[in-house]
């Protein structure tokens, strides 16, 4: 069915998806709900290490991440924000779940970097905006943690400048740091905000205070209680005045310029400017690359792109439910699309879309959104396409070679097919990769996974989702080698010649 002239434009005009992106522990969860939190979708913020008292976060639903204060999983958030609707995707930051964050990457059309104002720039950051990098993100910096002691922020601008090859921008700047600091001045609305302590443990905004500028003797009466802070304000904005770069749009979206916004996420400070700075500057959904050419989102068909799978986040249902990214056209509930993969038609009766675990169904979709469809013959793989044009293809979604191999033995082994079933369930998802050792056909199955913890977390879901305890040995190269699986490629390895790369490609 076709939409009324310019509504679709209109629509992915309206539409903003992006990843968060940072090293673990450098707050990106709690960002993530202060954004959920200042777009009017939660009214009261969760802790990631929730106390007895505290509300766990909306983003870290699944019970071992609440245990462990981390996400394991990707997240889809979806709300809206004044007049833009917004696809935020939390992704795990723990370098054991990179699998997961370099694939949902694929379905984001921006991204937010989050950087620790006493840690800098570290090793996981470096290496998600690598992949940054390489899709062509537009990324956005917000520098955390400022109400804490930190380092120089013209240091930190200076790290992620030479350390990341990117410029900055700087949008807001912190007036002081750790005890000494008083908020941020604005330097694009020529604005200052007031850090408060006592009104942001209380959850409660101080409105901006408009000023003419550096010289305006508004701005040194409001830091009058510290003149070398004022003094100190003055020397770094004049300094950034001169050798500072400028915003500049073009840059921002070709992901050479990165704007840069300043505050602390866990009182929420700073936050909601910097989502209305990223609304404004980040992109609408983008054409894509595929096999027949570049497809713009405008196009009048469908098209969409399986990028995740996760299966039983209904406990109630042991539902497998497909992520789909939106990429053109017009989606409505209950058409009948092409499964490229397979060249089968599928009906699509009960898409869905998501807040954390929460669902809802939907009537209708549009590029840019993040569409959740409950896979019920376990048709649907990652990097599939839909389509209800002609058959096209969109670029691979990465996958990567194991570097950590072991040994599941069951404990009960009158839960073999229970756990066959949740091996399987779990290695589409991507959770682990499931191989056969030759010598034992369908008993004791090899897995693979990037980082150890995915062990932990296949432990824990095949015993809370499939109600199967299984212990897991760790495997020697020697004991490895000789692994096979119908989802194994040999030529994946042909380039790897490392020595974490655990299976030997000549003994396949």
Known sequence: MSVPEGVLARETASRRTFAIISHPDAGKTTLTERLLLYGGAIHLAGAVRAKRNQRHTTSDWMELERQRGISINTTVLQFNYDSTRINLLDTPGHEDFSEDTYRTL????????????????????????????????????FINKLDRPGRDPLELIDEVEQVLGIRCSPMTWPIGMGDEFRGVYDRMANEVLLYDKSSAAAGRRLAPVAVGGLDDPRLHTLLSCDERVY??????????????EPLDLKRVLAGQLTPVHCGSALSGFGVEPFLKDLLRLAPAPPPRPSSSGTIAPTADFFSAFVFKLQ????????????????CSGHFE??????????????????????????????????????L?????????????????????????????????????RIVDPLRRKALRKGLEHLAEEGVVQLYRPRERG???????????????????RLKNEYGVDVQIDRLA???????VGPAFDPSFFAAREDSQC???RDGL
Do not use: C
């Not at 003094?231 to 500072?244: C, D, F, K, M, V």
């Not at 190269?477 to 692994?483: N, S």
């Open 106 to 141: 694929t379905a984001a059309d921006a991204a937010v970097m989050l950087i620790d104002a006493a840690k800098g720039v570290e090793a996981r950051t470096r290496k998600l905006f690598e992949v940054t990098r390489l899709r062509g993100l537009p990324t956005f910096t």
């Open 231 to 244: 003094q100190r304000l003055r020397s770094e904005l004049e300094l950034l005045t001169i050798a500072g």
């Open 311 to 326: 299966a039983n986040m209904d406990p109630q249902h042991r539902d497998r439910v497909a992520f789909l990214r939106v």
């Open 333 to 370: 509930r209950n058409m009948r699309v092409l499964h490229v993969r397979s060249g089968r038609d599928l009906r699509l009766a009960r898409p869905l879309q998501f807040f954390g675990q929460d669902r809802v169904v939907v009537d209708e979709a549009w590029p840019g959104d993040i």
């Open 372 to 408: 959740g469809v409950v896979d019920t013959s376990d048709t649907l793989r990652i990097g599939d396409t839909l389509t209800d044009g002609a058959a096209l293809e969109f670029e691979a979604v990465p996958a990567f070679a194991p570097e950590y191999f072991g040994r599941t």
């Open 442 to 460: 369908e008993f004791d199955p090899i897995i693979g996974a990037v980082g150890a913890l995915q062990f932990d977390v296949l432990q824990s």
């Open 477 to 483: 190269y020697q004991q490895a080698r000789w692994a």
């Open 502 to 504: 655990l299976i030997d």
